[in-house]
């Protein structure tokens, strides 16, 4: 098994990616709020935020399991 994905920033609160696979879950994450933005933004903004919200409950559940270590 690999080791964790996210690791506890040095400074402040969160997580920050600490391999590959993180970086992979936070760049999809940027891109689909951004195809989100582009897609239905200004036609359907309650769609959006409702959107962006499970998104990023999603990129947060993940982060939060695959994290190591630490504080």
């Known amino acids: 098994m690999a080791g964790p ?4 920033k040095r400074f ?3 997580l920050t990616p600490s391999s590959w696979q993180g970086w992979l879950v936070t760049g999809a994450y940027v ?3 951004i195809l989100l933005g582009f897609t ?3 036609s359907q ?3 959006f935020w409702t959107l962006f919200v ?3 409950v999603a990129y947060l559940l ?3 399991l695959t994290r ?3 504080r």
């Open 5 to 8: 994905s996210f690791r506890p």
């Open 12 to 14: 402040g609160l969160g």
């Open 31 to 33: 891109a689909a709020i």
């Open 40 to 42: 239905v933004a200004a």
């Open 45 to 47: 903004p309650w769609v």
């Open 54 to 56: 499970l998104t990023t």
């Open 62 to 64: 993940v982060a939060f």
């Open 68 to 70: 190591g270590g630490g």
